[in-house]
């Protein structure tokens, strides 16, 4: 497939454009020279996302102003407003990571190894089968876990893994294992990622998940998955959907946790409470660098990178890592996975804290599920004649050495049948 993309890139393909806009030189020194002392107390002070924003637009455009109308500033007066903008980007920038660099200090307050403060709630909405409410500064996630049946079962039509039969068709559809994809393309865990533009105070589209969305969500989810019980110890598919309220950096991390505490909360037996963190970098060009714990939404806008890490007390189970310079050393990588260690293992402590804390056990509103162990030779008294042919069928056809099966049924009245029956 990689062979033909790039054959096919060759022969339709286009250049890729690299043309970048560039501030004039001098521009960014007259910027610092109009604002540099009111930016950077502004830096120094810890304020909140909304409130540092109304006050550095403010700066902002009083700082255009000058630039238009002092005659110390003629050169700039006709630069359009996208040149302005770069340039006051790179202002910005770097007068946050000289402050970090210099003082240790960010813009919220905090050291380069804290954590900002974290709230959680268990059972918020009483009709769900789990639910939490994981706050972790200004970024928040409402989390909802569903347990379901077989036929609950995510469907996926992708490369590793192509649907050839229904659930609803009721034959002996193996599933895999928790949130992996198996033969026939079906998951019993997924998690859905919801980022409405009104968590970050905008207006804007609402539909079908983006790219973004997509990728948050299969990221949390497979930091969820390998503490998911397999089918034979919890026979129920388990759906997480977390909506962000509000974000402030790292709204994928916030949902590894409040999922996780969903689905205690629904009573899914899971081996290990999960935590994510997101871990930034700020390097110079002499080879001074940072790294900065639990990072707000300037630090990855400003910073140079972006590295999530989530897992257990027992260690890692998924990490993305985004990065926009060269030179990040297997030094700075120790030091970065050393600190999302012992950020993981705080956000840990701090979740065992939730008020109300997960139930932990199945909600009154949750689907019951019965275990029915019966022989092959009595299955048509239970399914059909019919069916209990085709079953055989596909036991020979899959090869199975088992001489029984174990049924489970859910109240609405499907069955599954598991790989192997046990005495």
């Given at each position: 497939m990689c062979q033909q993309l790039t054959s096919w890139a060759a022969q339709v393909g286009k250049s890729k454009r690299i043309e970048r806009v560039l501030p004039p030189a001098g521009l960014k020194e007259a910027l610092a020279d109009i604002a540099g002392d009111r930016v950077e107390q502004l830096y120094k002070t810890a304020l909140t996302k909304d409130e540092r924003a109304v006050v550095l637009s403010t700066i902002q455009t009083e700082t255009f102003q000058i630039l238009q109308s002092d005659v110390k500033y003629l050169a700039f007066a006709g630069l359009d407003e996208i040149t302005l903008t770069v340039a006051w980007k790179y202002f910005e920038s770097a007068i946050m990571r000289r402050?970090?660099?210099?003082?240790?200090?960010?813009?919220?307050?905090?050291?380069?190894?804290?954590?900002?403060?974290?709230?959680?709630?268990?059972?918020?909405?009483?009709?769900?089968?789990?639910?939490?409410?994981?706050?972790?500064?200004?970024?928040?996630?409402?989390?909802?876990?569903?347990?379901?049946?077989?036929?609950d079962a995510q469907k996926v039509d992708g490369i590793r893994g192509d649907v050839t039969a229904s659930i609803d068709s009721e034959e002996d559809s193996p599933i895999a294992a928790a949130g992996g994809r198996g033969g026939m393309g079906l998951e019993r865990f997924y998690l859905q990622y919801y980022f409405p533009p009104s968590s970050v105070g905008e207006c804007g589209r609402v539909g079908p998940a983006g790219r973004r969305e997509l990728g948050h969500g299969e990221l949390a989810q497979r930091a969820l998955a390998p503490a998911v019980p397999p089918q034979d110890q919890f026979p129920y598919t388990v759906r997480v959907e977390s909506t962000i309220t509000e974000s402030n950096g790292s709204s994928s991390m916030a949902s590894v946790?409040?999922?996780?505490?969903?689905?205690?909360?629904?009573?899914?037996?899971?081996?290990?409470?999960?935590?994510?963190?997101?871990?930034?970098?700020?390097?110079?060009?002499?080879?001074?660098?940072?790294?900065?714990?639990?990072?707000?939404?300037?630090?990855?806008?400003?910073?140079?990178?972006?590295?999530?890490?989530?897992?257990?007390?027992r260690g890692i189970s998924a990490f993305q890592m985004d990065?926009?310079?060269?030179?990040?050393?297997?030094?700075?990588?120790?030091?970065?996975?050393?600190?999302?260690?012992?950020?993981?293992?705080?956000?840990?402590?701090?979740?065992?804290?939730?008020?109300?804390?997960?139930?932990?056990?199945?909600?009154?509103?949750?689907?019951?599920?019965?275990?029915?162990?019966?022989?092959?030779?009595?299955?048509?008294?239970?399914?059909?004649?019919?069916?209990?042919?085709?079953?055989?069928?596909?036991?020979?056809k899959q090869r199975r050495s088992s001489s029984s099966c174990s049924w489970t049924s859910s109240r609405w009245g499907r069955y599954y049948v598991s790989d192997e029956w046990r005495a």
């Open positions: 402050i970090v660099l210099r003082d240790g200090i960010r813009s919220d307050g905090r050291s380069v190894t804290d954590i900002r403060p974290i709230t959680s709630r268990c059972a918020v909405l009483p009709r769900t089968h789990g639910s939490t409410l994981f706050t972790r500064g200004e970024t928040q996630a409402l989390c909802v876990a569903t347990l379901g049946s077989d036929s946790c409040g999922g996780c505490l969903a689905m205690l909360d629904a009573g899914v037996p899971l081996t290990d409470p999960v935590a994510g963190i997101a871990m930034g970098l700020i390097l110079e060009p002499d080879g001074s660098y940072v790294v900065l714990s639990d990072i707000l939404g300037s630090e990855d806008a400003l910073g140079d990178m972006d590295f999530k890490v989530a897992g257990s007390a990065i926009k310079v060269e030179g990040i050393t297997l030094d700075i990588m120790k030091q970065a996975l050393a600190q999302a260690a012992a950020g993981r293992s705080h956000i840990l402590q701090e979740m065992e804290a939730c008020n109300p804390a997960p139930s932990r056990t199945l909600s009154r509103w949750a689907p019951k599920v019965a275990l029915v162990q019966i022989s092959p030779e009595k299955l048509g008294f239970l399914i059909g004649p019919f069916k209990s042919s085709r079953h055989q069928k596909q036991q020979s």
